[in-house]
């Protein structure tokens, strides 16, 4: 009955990161079976295993469906041939059986090498260009353009839950606010504080809430201290900081104090009317209007930044990217090579960062809401770490420690 | 010591709508101290109160903001005088006390007569043109614009809750996950039998959850029968009702059996790059190739609806506006003449459109997150009211009632 | 058509309150009508106001329901008339018109004096004692008790928000992730500061969260520096407590480290084990076995405390009050006299007290998730202000300012 | 250097259950190393796989530690031992290394016989009687019973994810609020079809929520369907049900118009004074006093019920069990055999009737928070799926199912 078949290996620390569990799950749910031909089991931690599975299946489209998902957990041919390539359609239009990128470390077989693939990212389609296979975004395809379709001939590295790294526990432990914060804001500090040390690249993620809960302080501080090396947000963090640094509320609420300032909403409008007169933040700390925040810190720092807008954004200031497309491609550059990204309170723009990030980057979303991290989770970035509470208090913290 | 001054007149539902509450905690709020000249209470539901008001505070500036924030509220100076005009300093530049406007009904005095502003939002400027006082963003401003400034000759009006519309007693209640949903969708379904009945426009703003918890037929129904005039969302919604049309899944998960395919977000990456061939969603509906759907539907019943784009986007679709600014102007000609606003699962889209309508109009608010809700109310949408559920039962019942 | 009336009266800060806007909201809503005979406004922020207002209703049954939640918004019959007592029909049975009482401040007319409520806490029964009246629990009343029925001879006084303590801005605020920790929690020392220096009582409520978040420390400091006079939880907090005291884990999660120890729940099962030994935790301190935690500094720094049990104990501990009557009463002793009570971590045990204090008791209440707080204002605890944090993280702060 | 060392096995659906990659994480986390000396895996769906494993540690004491969370998740000495038996010291007084249990089906070998554990329960004592082995709570240990202790003699055995059960698909998708709620309510109605037709048992644990948001319909259907075998609560939901029999209000809001009734909390004081004049529920019910509702249902069709008291209390009825040790074992007598167990909008309840049933007991948690969800998960309780949308929602789309 189950008349079409494939014979795929997967490599790697199939139990330990339970990789294995997941794919013989896939199998089941498609409605396939499996055979285990072989299975040879890494005898301590630091051994691989490998492991040989026939799959059968009633239906050659089924076959396919199920091959869509096994070779993102690391499955891959067995019989080894090199990956099919297939021109470009059009502008942004290829093949229907294009392969889809995730975000691991992925390796392609062309004229019978393994090539690793560059600029990693998910969602993305494989383009064989002269000098090897890269991911781009489907809308920079161009007619012609040589892209990976089907499935021979990809090898995708599931890195496992890197269970050595003991000082970091925090990086494993799952999502809840039933957790020590304290703990994991040492443990951060402490690899915020590794990774400066080695000249790593930090990136931060920042949504207004940072200022809301009076986390300005902190961020400076990181900023001051080396610690970021980019700087992400929107409209709103940037409106909100210069309306605390120009008139000490946020969204109205005068933050020393705790005020409410009800209806007060006025004094954002006013920070983006003042900015406007010098045509940008960095004209305004030059001219010497602006003498404190985040942003001020980000100017003086020289560390670059990337604001990009929403549907929702007042103003928006002359530094706000409008054009999504090119806020993406601004986004991407100030991301590349990052070995820390840490996500601050912002679902929008956090989910924007991972997007484009492999999954070998260290990821931290600090979120007063567990979902936030869940769904980042949920939509493949599952290198994200959770910590749950508000920015402004998490800031406090953090300043204590670096 | 308090030798600043200034007398205010307020007129109105000024006790049962809170509003006079309001008005002396802000006073004393601000450190300063009031005396109520005049009160006439209306004598029934239907009289309007009048109140006078001398306001003393110990400096002009304190003064000034505490005025800043008892003009939205209804608050005009008792000595009748014009408003005072400014000409804008340049492009998105205005004098630092220009008047920041509410989302409610304003008026303002010109020549010794009371005008009605035209398409009232919040955040805007009032420009004052031959034709009349009107709300404009600040980007559109240009030099030599004339511009409301400070707090003389405005009067704004706000509506209290409507405490006659016994018919629809959910949108006096406040937002809880301890309601009964089905008596909220049971008025709400009466008031968009009312509207359609009237010819009223009914806009829908929607997230991608729609799709994910299976409300995609309940909105086509919706669509179909004539309930929807103009339909917002962002990228999202559009690729993942397209995915379900032509694969049956969302996101990956199967709708129809719940079955979760992991790892399989591969499907919304083909719907984009389906419907790149043919150039648009409407071409693909004429072609025969989308057959289905909520984009299917809006094609067919000619239903003008705008994407948004956002940092987060896949592809994005050829429909997708991924200039912001233009974004928010095609919003803003969609929600025109609005009376009734469904949001539906959808906080960035929701508050991107909740920041452009008059304070009049009906929103109502679908989410399984109370936040969300409270959010848009804190933002100064107070009209907004919610119904905390999912959205896809919640279309589901819906349907039920149409 | 109204043909049954009433005429009341209400006294105090009417508008400020906004006492005065919910009167005439519920007269609507029961689609009675309203005349306002007379209104002396305040003139400043130091006077009251005077309303007398003639109410109308189509049917004396309505007009009863209206009176039943107009009385306990500070109404009362402008005609003065004696309360009407009316002996108990048995155990726990009194006629089917008692008056249920507020938390608010309470008088009753007896022999054409005024008397004050002693007692005072919501849901309770009003019972004439020979030396006074009292609230008193329904299962209390005897055969015979005489109790207050009706609506004539009974005034509330609502407090209003006590605008002028402008050093507690936090009281006033209303409940949000997105406000500023730090503010609140500087407040909040400060008004502990000056409750232990004035010998005021100070009561904590706390669930296990405190330990799982690493709270202990900030708590035994608390403990130590005298400021907790009675300390209420359930079995939970002390299983938990002890568990970390001798083992260093919580729930199995070892909190140095943050290292999740999963399936690791034995620890809390050995502590009671290891507690039953001695008998009481306090014969477990005394014994010396007990060295360190937050049931240690109770025991040592004779601070009463109570532990309620509830149906997902495990255990209990043999302090656990097992019956819930009798658990109710410890609480109520404990809370008597409280000038302050600090909920931390519990929605359950934080209900049960604030369902026992009366409206004037200063009520804080620290939890992550924003919806306790909610929730406990809806039951008509309305003087409950929140912090959103989570518990460990808050303690840590507070430890700072004592 | 790791001298200490011990050898285990593990037999079952090592892999696909994901048991394996735990095993070898929890051993990494111990710090101590593991060699793999056998490893079968199962070739195809149906068969076991067999995993025998050295683990080394540094200390006996960690070794110990980390069998006490090997032995949970199903491993067991390789070398074949009698299960330790040891006296208890007192009174739920029993020896250091008592085995405290797992909700799984676990055996004890005692004599050279492997025998099955009756009364299967999460933290209990397993006490060896002369007719077998049994779970017992700690406080009900006497002096001299017999408890098994240390690590020897006992196997767990872990059910893996019923992969087959191709029916019920939502009883494996992941707790999220973006899933589609009408897929899991028709699946789970033909799960309680198929109990009830098969004369299983159905347990309903519910909340006050259930009344609140317009269940009470629902769940009678349910009841007079015959679709009920036992009803665990507490007294909430009995005082607020019998208060919308009586009075059509729920906490002072009227459900059928939604109409809140502000500061109405008088009802549900009235409707425990009704219930008290006739002694019980059962006795209102009988008298024709009581003619509605889900209690009056529960009455009529003889399902038994068990309402157990909390802090929060008022009243209560005098059909709640205020003494919490005689709740738990009222609890327990009716979730004995129970096959599907339903938890209605109640953390509290449903922890506590969770903490009785073994693991292979089918248990939805319906709950719009999905933190309640993932907390009963936390717990041990892994067998628990979850639905997010509100209770009254779910028991409407439920009843049309039925």
């Given at each position: 009955?189950?008349?079409?078949?494939?014979?795929?290996?997967?490599?790697?620390?199939?139990?330990?990161?339970?990789?294995?569990?997941?794919?013989?799950?896939?199998?089941?749910?498609?409605?396939?079976?499996?055979?285990?031909?072989?299975?040879?089991?890494?005898?301590?931690?630091?051994?691989?295993?490998?492991?040989?599975?026939?799959?059968?299946?009633?239906?050659?489209?089924?076959?396919?469906?199920?091959?869509?998902?096994?070779?993102?957990?690391?499955?891959?041919?067995?019989?080894?041939?090199?990956?099919?390539?297939?021109?470009?359609?059009?502008?942004?239009?290829?093949?229907?059986?294009?392969?889809?990128?995730?975000?691991?470390?992925?390796?392609?077989?062309?004229?019978?090498?393994?090539?690793?693939?560059?600029?990693?990212?998910?969602?993305?389609?494989?383009?064989?260009?002269?000098?090897?296979?890269r991911?781009?975004?489907?809308?920079?395809?161009?007619?012609?353009?040589?892209?990976?379709?089907?499935?021979?001939?990809?090898k995708?590295?599931?890195?496992?839950?890197?269970?050595?790294?003991?000082?970091?526990?925090?990086?494993?432990?799952?999502?809840?606010s039933?957790?020590?914060?304290?703990?994991?804001?040492?443990?951060?500090?402490?690899?915020?504080?590794?990774?400066?040390?080695?000249?790593?690249?930090i990136?931060?993620?920042?949504g207004?809430?940072?200022?809301?809960?009076?986390?300005?302080?902190?961020?400076?501080?990181?900023?001051?201290?080396?610690?970021?090396?980019?700087f992400?947000?929107?409209?709103?963090?940037?409106?909100?900081?210069?309306?605390?640094?120009?008139?000490?509320?946020?969204?109205?609420?005068?933050?020393?104090?705790?005020?409410?300032?009800?209806?007060?909403h006025?004094?954002?409008?006013?920070?983006?009317?003042?900015?406007?007169?010098?045509?940008?933040?960095?004209?305004?700390?030059?001219?010497?209007a602006?003498?404190?925040?985040?942003?001020?810190?980000?100017?003086?720092?020289?560390?670059?930044?990337?604001?990009?807008?929403?549907?929702?954004?007042?103003?928006?200031?002359?530094?706000?990217?409008?054009?999504m497309?090119?806020a993406?491609?601004?986004?991407?550059?100030?991301?590349?090579?990052?070995?820390?990204?840490?996500?601050?309170?912002?679902?929008?723009?956090?989910?924007?960062?991972?997007?484009?990030?492999?999954?070998?980057?260290?990821?931290?979303?600090?979120?007063?809401?567990?979902?936030?991290?869940?769904?980042?989770?949920?939509?493949?970035?599952?290198?994200?770490?959770?910590?749950?509470?508000?920015?402004?208090?998490?800031?406090?913290?953090?300043?204590?420690?670096?």
């Open positions: 009955m189950n008349t079409f078949e494939e014979v795929v290996e997967a490599k790697g620390h199939l139990i330990d990161s339970g990789i294995m569990s997941q794919i013989l799950d896939r199998v089941i749910e498609h409605k396939c079976t499996f055979e285990i031909e072989k299975f040879l089991v890494g005898k301590t931690n630091d051994d691989y295993s490998l492991a040989r599975i026939k799959i059968q299946s009633h239906s050659s489209e089924s076959l396919k469906e199920l091959l869509d998902i096994l070779v993102p957990l690391g499955c891959y041919l067995a019989e080894e041939q090199d990956a099919r390539i297939e021109p470009a359609l059009g502008s942004g239009r290829v093949p229907d059986d294009f392969y889809s990128s995730t975000n691991y470390r992925t390796y392609v077989r062309l004229s019978g090498n393994w090539k690793l693939v560059q600029e990693q990212r998910m969602d993305a389609v494989i383009r064989v260009d002269p000098d090897g296979p991911c781009g975004k489907l809308r920079d395809i161009r007619k012609g353009d040589l892209v990976v379709c089907g499935h021979a001939g990809i995708v590295v599931r890195e496992f839950k890197d269970r050595e790294r003991k000082d970091f526990t925090f990086m494993a432990s799952e999502i809840s039933e957790r020590r914060v304290e703990v994991a804001v040492r443990q951060l500090a402490e690899m915020l504080h590794q990774t400066h040390a080695a000249r790593g690249k990136v931060v993620v920042a207004p809430v940072v200022v809301h809960t009076g986390g300005v302080e902190g961020m400076c501080k990181m900023i001051r201290g080396g610690y970021v090396q980019a992400l947000g929107g409209n709103a963090i940037a409106v909100h900081d210069i309306e605390y640094a120009l008139y000490k509320t946020s969204l109205g609420v005068q933050l020393e104090t705790g005020m409410p300032a009800h209806e007060g006025r004094n954002h409008m006013r920070a983006i009317n003042f900015i406007n007169q010098y045509g940008s933040v960095a004209a305004a700390v030059e001219a010497g602006l003498q404190s925040g985040v942003m001020y810190e980000l100017v003086k720092s020289k560390v670059p930044f990337a604001l990009a807008g929403s549907i929702r954004d007042d103003g928006p200031l002359p530094d706000t990217i409008c054009d497309v090119e993406q491609a601004r986004y991407a550059v100030l991301l590349k090579d990052a070995e820390v990204v840490m996500i601050l309170g912002t679902m929008l723009h956090g989910i924007g960062a991972a997007n484009m990030i492999p999954s070998w980057v260290r990821t931290v979303c600090i979120d007063i809401n567990p979902a936030v991290v869940t769904k980042l989770s949920d939509r493949g970035s599952s290198q994200t770490v959770g910590i749950v509470t508000d920015a402004g208090t998490f800031l406090h913290l953090l300043k204590e420690q670096l």
